[in-house]
């Protein structure tokens, strides 16, 4: 497998306005739902344990194609990306043996300074996942001392003229439920964040796994304080926003006074599934690549995607998010 590229330059300067134009890729994977799918032990089961398992047999399984995930992977490496991204969904019904097999497949995206994740709602499938799911990701979520504030999320990782903020909306819902909620504690740390990165001069990437916007998602599958979560990035500003949880690629827009991308709209980029063998261009195995350049004071977003292509199992370019 081919690990992610190191970072040159992993810190900014005291000013980072005052840096020369440059520009830095971040490679963008999510909703990978590693299998095959262990079994559960008889002191593991759970009501919801056993819906999703049912599911993973009657339809999850045809759809999730490691061997093309593995390609996938190996395809990612070899553009040497300045990071990697994960947004979640690592395992699928929150058992033990699923955190330790993600953990082993996320040491193989590259050194954990160059790798973050924030989880979804499949990690967080039951309550006592919850530990694992802290235990197994803590090297991909551990953030940078200066913005250390007590709790894993928001976790901010300074890298090059780049801020990355891993948000949380994983937590544990009833049978047939998959919501995501912040909580109002991580919305006024993320407010803190965005100022205190935003007057360094940084472009601001959040990474979050449920899609932040209130339109949409269903009341069984959105963000709970998604109008929350909307008003504090209007307010205090973003440069991108990446997503996952729709196993698809989308794209929308999110109007800031305090972004600094040109236009004044923060992209909010969403992914497919990375191990989907879906028939659906816009569901079917894919990455993106976010390129974020510097433009004076401002920041220009451009995106490229690739991922399977239809009928066939090469990797190659596709349709890009018109971002």
Known sequence: MVRAASLANPRPPANAQDRPPMSFVVAHLTDVHLGPLPRPRFEELRVKRVMGYVNWKRARERLSDMAALARLVDDMGAQKPDHVAVTGDLVNIGLPS???RAAQWMGGLGDPDDVSLTPGNHDAYVRDAMP??????????????????????????????????????ATPTGPLMATGRLGARQIEALAAILSKTGASGLARVILIHHPPLARGGGP????????????????????????????????DHLASPAT?????????????SASSASTDPRQRA??????????????RISARARGLALGRGEIGERTAPAV
């Open 98 to 100: 699923e955190f330790r």
């Open 132 to 169: 694992h799911l802290a235990a197994a990701f803590a090297p991909w979520t551990q953030g940078d001392a200066e913005y250390a504030h007590g709790e894993t999320f928001p976790f901010v990782r300074v890298r090059g003229d780049v801020a990355l903020i891993g948000l949380s909306t």
């Open 286 to 299: 894919a990455y993106h690549l976010i390129r974020l350049e510097r433009a004076g004071e401002h920041w």
């Open 260 to 272: 600094r991308v040109e236009g004044g709209r923060i992209p909010i980029i969403g992914a497919p």
């Open 220 to 251: 069984l599958r959105s963000l709970i304080d998604a109008r929350a979560f909307e008003a504090t990035v209007a307010r205090h500003g973003a440069e991108a926003i990446l997503h996952g949880h729709t196993h698809k690629s989308m794209v």
